[in-house]
Structure formats: structure tokens, C-alpha cells
């Protein structure tokens, strides 16, 4: 049993678990954008931004001078705005492939899901700063 948790505010406990979820959304990206050989210079933008996402979120469940949740907030609001980008550029990757959007454009052409995580652990984030 872990005996440190207790007490804790279901806040830090998100925190720390939104953390772990960015940290396994770089390493999901980072796979599929090298595979592709970062073709285009907006493939590098996630992998950049979600292990910076992660640690700010790990520091402020830990941490929480005001100045952190600020940073931790301009971070997920910029990663909102990236992952609805990447929304779009992946969408668009998947109409430009031979037969537009068929199905199987959908399986082998970028991940359309990918993106919409990251938008959707940025919401999440946000809902957990913002909750009172």
C-alpha cells in the first residue's frame, strides 16, 4: 500500500497520471514520425511538446508555486492548438493518398487518432487546472 497517496487531491493524482499519458503519447509519436522520417518540419512539434507536457505536469503534481501552473497551462493550451493542427494535416495526409478517403487509406496513411489524443489529454488538463 502505498501510504504517501493518501490525502492527496484527486488533482495531483490526475496529474501525475496525465503525465504517464503524454509520456506514452511521445513514444507513439515519435515511432510513427521517424518512421516517416520527419518529412515535414510540423512532424517534430509533438515530439517536442509532449515530454515538455509530461514533466510539467509531473512537476506541479509535485510542485505548486503559481508560476508552474501557469507554464503548465500556455503548455496545454499551445498543445490543444497542436493537436487540432495535426487534427487537420493528418485528415488532409489521408485525402492526398491514392483513392481519397477510403478505408484502407485510413488503416496504412497517418493515424488520425493520434492527434485527437493529444487534443483530448490537453482538454483533459486543462478541466484539471481550471476544476473548482
Request: proline letters at 5%; glycine letters at 10%.
Amino acid at each position: 500500500m502505498v501510504n504517501g497517496w493518501y490525502g492527496w487531491p484527486l488533482e495531483r493524482v490526475l496529474l501525475v497520471l496525465l503525465g504517464l499519458m503524454y509520456f506514452a503519447i511521445f513514444v507513439q509519436v515519435t515511432i510513427f514520425h521517424y518512421r516517416q522520417n520527419f518529412r515535414h518540419w510540423s512532424m517534430w512539434v509533438p515530439v517536442i511538446a509532449t515530454p515538455i507536457d509530461a514533466l510539467a505536469c509531473e512537476t506541479y503534481a509535485f510542485w505548486t508555486p503559481q508560476w508552474v501552473w501557469l507554464v503548465l497551462t500556455i503548455l496545454l493550451a499551445v498543445s490543444l492548438v497542436a493537436g487540432m493542427v495535426g487534427s487537420f494535416l493528418h485528415w488532409r495526409g489521408i485525402g492526398e493518398r491514392v483513392g481519397g478517403y477510403e478505408m484502407r487509406n485510413f488503416l496504412v496513411g497517418p493515424p488520425v487518432a493520434l492527434p485527437a489524443m493529444i487534443t483530448g489529454t490537453s482538454v483533459l488538463g486543462l478541466v484539471i487546472l481550471f476544476w473548482r
